[in-house]
C-alpha cells in the first residue's frame, strides 16, 4: 500500500484528496496545512508520496519542497496547483517535483499521477 501525506491549506481539499486516494488502495498517513507542517510531518511519516499545495500560509510549497529535498534526496512529491500557474510547476520541477496536478482535477488523473511517480526510481 502506497503512504501518502497531503500537503494542502484547504481543509476541503485535503479531505477531497484523502478520499480520493483511500477509495484507490491508498494509505494517508498524514495531512499538514502548510509547507512547514508538511516538512515535519514528512521527517516523521517518511511517506511514499507527497502532494504538495504551491500556495499556502507559513511556508510555501515551493519553499518546502527543497527542504524535503535537502532531507531526503530521493523524496517522491507530486505538486498541486490551481490552473494558471504554470511557471511556478516549471519551478517545482526544477527544484525536484517529480510531477505535478493541475486543480481542478479527476480522481483517475490524481491515481494514475501518483503511481507513476510512486513506481519511480
Known amino acids: ?10 481543509a476541503f481539499m485535503r479531505l477531497a484528496i ?3 486516494l483511500q477509495n484507490n ?20 511519516l517518511r511517506p511514499d508520496v507527497v502532494t504538495m499545495d504551491i500556495t499556502m500560509p507559513e511556508m510555501s510549497g515551493l519553499d518546502a519542497l527543497p527542504e524535503i529535498m ?10 498541486v496547483s490551481a490552473m494558471g500557474q504554470e511557471s511556478m ?4 520541477v526544477a ?8 486543480k481542478p482535477f ?3 488523473v490524481v491515481v494514475k499521477t501518483l503511481n507513476q511517480v510512486n513506481a519511480l526510481k
Not at 1 to 10: E, F, P, R, S, T
Not at 70 to 79: I, Q, W
Request: hydrophobic share 45%; no cysteine; glycine share 8%.
Open 1 to 10: 500500500m502506497i503512504k501518502v501525506l497531503i500537503v494542502d491549506d484547504a
Open 18 to 20: 484523502k478520499n480520493m
Open 25 to 44: 488502495g491508498f494509505e494517508v498517513v498524514g495531512e499538514a496545512a502548510n509547507g512547514l507542517e508538511g516538512l515535519e510531518s514528512y521527517k516523521h
Open 70 to 79: 535537502k532531507f531526503d534526496p530521493k523524496a517522491k512529491v507530486v505538486m
Open 89 to 92: 510547476v516549471r519551478q517545482a
Open 95 to 102: 527544484l525536484g517535483a517529480k510531477s505535478f496536478i493541475i
Open 106 to 108: 479527476k480522481e483517475d
